[in-house]
C-alpha cells in the first residue's frame, strides 16, 4: 500500500508571524527584538501570534549585522562536582528577565579542554562570558582579552583578572580555619585533598592554610592526596589510611566537603569521639552536610551569589557603577557544626 505524500515542512519565517498578527515584518523583527518603539497592544499581539504558530526566531540570521547573539558562554571545571549547579542556579537567577541565555561547557580541570571550549564559544560570538577561576593558558587568556565582550572570572579574587572578576579569597578562607581550628585546640593536624594539581583554588586555600598554622608555629603534621576526583568512598579511603599512618592526629582538613563527609562517616562507623578525639572540617558549604549523623563543619564559598553577581556585571548592572574591570570580592562565612570542639 502507497503511503501518502507528506508535503516538504518549512522553517517559520517572520512573514508568517506577520500574517498571523496582521502586522508587517518589520514590526515584528521590533518585537522579536524586544525594541521598545512597538505599543503594549501590538507587542502583545505579535507574541501571542509566535507563540501559538511555534516560531522561534534565527538567532544566527539576527546576528549577522550586530556580530553578537544572546548567550552567554558559562565555562566551568565539572558537572560532578556539586559546586557547581548552584553557581549555575545563581547565574540563571542573575540572567532571568535580561533576554540572554546562558550556555555552559565543561573543562574537566584540563587547561587544554578549557581552550577548546573557549574557542568554540567565542566563534559564535556570546554577549559575555563567565569562567571560572584565574588560571589559564596564554592561548586563552589572549582568546578573552581580545574578545571585546564583557568577561568574568568568577570563585577567585587571589591573582590578576582579565575582566572582571566575582569570588572569594581561598588563601583569606584557609587562614581563617587554621584559626578556628587552632583556637579550639587541635595541635596535630592532618590535610586531605584531591585533584590538588589542577585544582588552584584548593591549593591556594592550602597555602593560606599552611600560613596560618606556621603563624603559631606548626605546620601538617600528614597530608593524604589523591588524583582524581571527589566521592564520599574516597573520603571513607583517604582517612582511614592516614589515620592508620598517623594515628596520633587529632585534626582532619579536607579539601572540599564530599571527601570530608566520606570521612566523618569512617570515624562514625570506627567508633571515633568527634570532636572530643578528633575534629574534621571540609570546604564549600555543600547542602548534602545536612544530611550527615553530625554537621560537618564547612565553610560557605558564597556560590550562587557569585553566580548572580557574574551574570549582573554580563547583563550591564555592575555593582560599582562602572562597567568593565570590576572586584566583587565576597567573604566565606565559617560554619562550625558539629566537628569543631566549641572554644
Same mark, same amino acid.
Given at each position: 500500500?502507497?503511503? %501518502?505524500?507528506? %508535503?516538504?515542512?518549512? %522553517?517559520?519565517?517572520?512573514?508568517?508571524?506577520?500574517?498571523?498578527?496582521?502586522?508587517?515584518?518589520?514590526?515584528?523583527?521590533?518585537?522579536?527584538?524586544?525594541?521598545?518603539?512597538?505599543?503594549?497592544?501590538?507587542?502583545?499581539?505579535?507574541?501571542?501570534?509566535?507563540?501559538?504558530?511555534?516560531?522561534?526566531?534565527?538567532?544566527?540570521?539576527?546576528?549577522?549585522?550586530?556580530?553578537?547573539?544572546? /548567550?552567554?558562554?558559562?565555562?566551568?571545571?565539572?558537572?560532578?562536582?556539586?559546586?557547581?549547579?548552584?553557581?549555575?542556579?545563581?547565574?540563571?537567577?542573575?540572567?532571568?528577565?535580561?533576554?540572554?541565555?546562558?550556555?555552559?561547557?565543561?573543562?574537566?580541570?584540563?587547561?587544554?579542554?578549557?581552550?577548546?571550549?573557549?574557542?568554540?564559544?567565542?566563534?559564535?560570538?556570546?554577549?559575555?562570558?563567565?569562567?571560572?577561576?584565574?588560571?589559564?593558558?596564554?592561548?586563552?587568556?589572549?582568546? /578573552?582579552?581580545?574578545?571585546?565582550?564583557?568577561?568574568?572570572?568568577?570563585?577567585?579574587?587571589?591573582?590578576?583578572?582579565?575582566?572582571?572578576?566575582?569570588?572569594?579569597?581561598?588563601?583569606?578562607?584557609?587562614?581563617?580555619?587554621?584559626?578556628?581550628?587552632?583556637?579550639?585546640?587541635?595541635?596535630?593536624?592532618?590535610?586531605?585533598?584531591?585533584?590538588?594539581?589542577?585544582?588552584?583554588?584548593?591549593?591556594?586555600?592550602?597555602?593560606?592554610?599552611?600560613?596560618?598554622?606556621?603563624?603559631?608555629?606548626?605546620?601538617?603534621?600528614?597530608?593524604?592526596?589523591?588524583?582524581?576526583?571527589?566521592?564520599?568512598?574516597?573520603?571513607?579511603?583517604?582517612?582511614?589510611?592516614?589515620?592508620?599512618?598517623?594515628?596520633?592526629?587529632?585534626?582532619?582538613?579536607?579539601?572540599?566537603?564530599?571527601?570530608?563527609?566520606?570521612?566523618?562517616?569512617?570515624?562514625?562507623?570506627?567508633?571515633?569521639?568527634? %570532636?572530643?578525639?578528633?575534629?574534621?572540617?571540609?570546604?564549600?558549604?555543600?547542602?548534602? /552536610?545536612?544530611?550527615?549523623?553530625?554537621?560537618?563543619?564547612?565553610?560557605?564559598?558564597?556560590?550562587?551569589?557569585?553566580?548572580?553577581?557574574?551574570?549582573?556585571?554580563?547583563?550591564?548592572?555592575?555593582?560599582?557603577?562602572?562597567?568593565?574591570?570590576?572586584?566583587?570580592?565576597?567573604?566565606?562565612?565559617?560554619?562550625?557544626?558539629?566537628?569543631?570542639?566549641?572554644?
Amino acid at each position: 500500500m502507497t503511503q %501518502p505524500t507528506v %508535503p516538504p515542512r518549512r %522553517p517559520l519565517t517572520l512573514r508568517d508571524v506577520s500574517e498571523a498578527s496582521g502586522v508587517s515584518e518589520m514590526t515584528v523583527s521590533r518585537v522579536l527584538r524586544n525594541r521598545g518603539d512597538v505599543s503594549a497592544t501590538t507587542r502583545e499581539r505579535v507574541l501571542e501570534a509566535a507563540k501559538t504558530l511555534g516560531y522561534v526566531p534565527n538567532k544566527i540570521a539576527g546576528a549577522l549585522a550586530s556580530q553578537r547573539v544572546n /548567550l552567554v558562554g558559562v565555562i566551568i571545571p565539572s558537572f560532578g562536582n556539586l559546586v557547581f549547579p548552584e553557581v549555575l542556579a545563581g547565574i540563571s537567577a542573575g540572567l532571568e528577565e535580561t533576554g540572554l541565555q546562558p550556555v555552559v561547557g565543561v573543562t574537566d580541570y584540563s587547561p587544554e579542554k578549557e581552550e577548546t571550549v573557549l574557542y568554540e564559544m567565542l566563534s559564535w560570538r556570546p554577549t559575555g562570558v563567565i569562567i571560572a577561576g584565574l588560571e589559564h593558558t596564554d592561548a586563552a587568556r589572549a582568546m /578573552l582579552e581580545n574578545s571585546a565582550i564583557p568577561i568574568v572570572e568568577i570563585m577567585d579574587v587571589d591573582g590578576a583578572g582579565i575582566d572582571s572578576v566575582v569570588g572569594i579569597s581561598h588563601q583569606r578562607a584557609g587562614r581563617h580555619m587554621a584559626e578556628a581550628i587552632l583556637r579550639a585546640g587541635y595541635r596535630k593536624i592532618g590535610f586531605l585533598g584531591t585533584k590538588m594539581p589542577d585544582d588552584h583554588r584548593a591549593r591556594k586555600r592550602l597555602a593560606g592554610f599552611r600560613a596560618g598554622l606556621a603563624e603559631a608555629g606548626l605546620t601538617i603534621a600528614d597530608e593524604e592526596y589523591y588524583a582524581g576526583g571527589s566521592a564520599l568512598a574516597k573520603g571513607r579511603e583517604m582517612t582511614e589510611t592516614i589515620l592508620a599512618r598517623s594515628p596520633d592526629l587529632d585534626f582532619l582538613y579536607y579539601s572540599n566537603d564530599m571527601i570530608g563527609s566520606g570521612g566523618l562517616l569512617h570515624c562514625l562507623d570506627k567508633g571515633i569521639d568527634v %570532636p572530643g578525639q578528633i575534629g574534621l572540617a571540609g570546604f564549600n558549604g555543600l547542602p548534602l /552536610l545536612d544530611g550527615l549523623p553530625i554537621k560537618l563543619a564547612t565553610m560557605d564559598a558564597c556560590r550562587r551569589e557569585i553566580g548572580i553577581k557574574a551574570a549582573e556585571i554580563i547583563a550591564g548592572r555592575p555593582h560599582s557603577g562602572v562597567i568593565g574591570g570590576e572586584l566583587v570580592e565576597l567573604e566565606p562565612r565559617l560554619e562550625p557544626g558539629d566537628t569543631i570542639r566549641k572554644s
